[in-house]
């Protein structure tokens, strides 16, 4: 019996665009490290996903994915609950602690990168929240917020999606608050040293397949009973309004919502016309998405990825070798280490 190989000394993170392949991969790479024996478990770093009964509009993984390998920061709190990015990374912090000390192979995976970017770097030294100042600020008309932003702090401005009014309030609240644009903080933030026990992958595809994947999800979602689901969460007693800025959700509630009850049924038109309005925001999140993955990218060390789909074994293959002592590859290639 040849030895047994070394662990990894690194966990991995894997972050790219929405519909990008992100969840595919990490499974790829969790069945590969299964196969040698290790005990890979996988962190979800998405925003939503952590909301339960918001499953299919944040394209969850699928419960055989989830009896395969465990999935943590999935179904932690409810949709109407505030869960804000430290919230997240503590959780995160405490996931990958305690699935090393059973000796497992921790896999954070999302595109919440906002998340990531706490979790690799910690958090920018920003002033902290004015409950005053943030309840003006979100009492002022969103068009006006942004007119401001984009007068204040144009980079923010170009990073945060038009409708993304908490990001917006929060941006405004620091500018407000020190007279510096949050810009600012975060480039120092980004020169931080990369975290030494954190292997980061991107994933990048071009722009017209992205849409098509994008396009090709939305239309799933909708297929797989989006609408269902959401008029059963507003039954259930609705969204908080954090959660209520899911992408779907937020263009599909309008139209199931009325004082005291639920529309039955969606007129045809109004439902074609949320629709288009889902997959042309989400679109535009996945561009903003693409900013952060600019910056992510630039990590040293960083393994880039194009096209996780075609690059298939490839892909995994790369990771691997960032990932895995000498001796674990060796063995990969069936050879005894």
């Known amino acids: 019996m040849p030895d047994s190989p070394s662990p990894p000394r690194r966990f991995c ?28 478990e996988i962190i979800a770093a998405d925003a939503f996903q952590i909301y339960r009964g918001m499953d299919i509009g944040t ?70 929240p004015d409950p005053a100042l943030r309840a003006a600020l979100a009492a002022t008309p969103p068009a006006e917020l942004r007119r401001e932003l984009e007068r204040a702090d144009p ?67 909708l297929a797989d009973g989006l609408v269902a689901e959401i008029r059963a969460l507003l039954a259930a007693g609705g969204l908080g309004p954090q959660a209520a800025e899911a992408l779907g959700y937020k263009q599909l509630i309008p139209l199931l919502s009325l004082p005291g009850a639920a529309r039955p049924d969606i007129p045809p038109a109004l439902l074609d016309e949320a629709v288009e309005r889902i997959k042309i925001e989400t679109r535009r999140f996945a561009k903003n998405q693409r900013t952060w993955l600019r910056r992510l990218s630039a990590t040293p060390g960083a393994v880039r990825i194009e096209s996780p789909d075609a690059a298939g074994d490839e892909a995994v293959e790369r990771i691997f070798g960032g990932l895995c002592p000498d001796s674990i590859r060796t063995r990969a290639n069936g050879n005894p280490t």
């Open 13 to 40: 993170v894997i972050c790219g665009p929405t519909a990008g392949g992100k969840s595919a991969l990490a499974m790829a790479l969790a069945r590969r490290l299964a196969a040698l024996g290790r005990r890979p």
């Open 59 to 128: 394209a969850k993984p699928s419960p055989a994915d989830r009896a395969e390998f465990p999935h943590h920061l999935i179904d932690i709190v409810s949709p109407a609950d505030r869960f804000t990015v430290d919230d997240w990374r503590r959780a995160a912090e405490g996931a990958i602690a305690d699935i090393r000390r059973r000796d497992g192979l921790p896999i954070v995976v999302g595109g919440t990168h906002l998340y990531i970017k706490a979790l690799l770097d910690g958090l920018f030294d920003g002033p902290p």
């Open 155 to 221: 980079v923010a401005a170009a990073r945060i999606h038009p409708n993304d009014t908490r990001r917006t309030v929060r941006a405004l609240e620091v500018y407000r608050q020190t007279g510096r644009p949050i810009s600012a903080l975060q480039s120092q933030w980004d020169s931080a040293g990369p975290r030494a026990d954190a292997l980061l992958v991107t994933i990048h595809l071009p722009t017209d397949e992205l849409n098509r994947r994008i396009n090709a999800r939305v239309r799933r979602m």
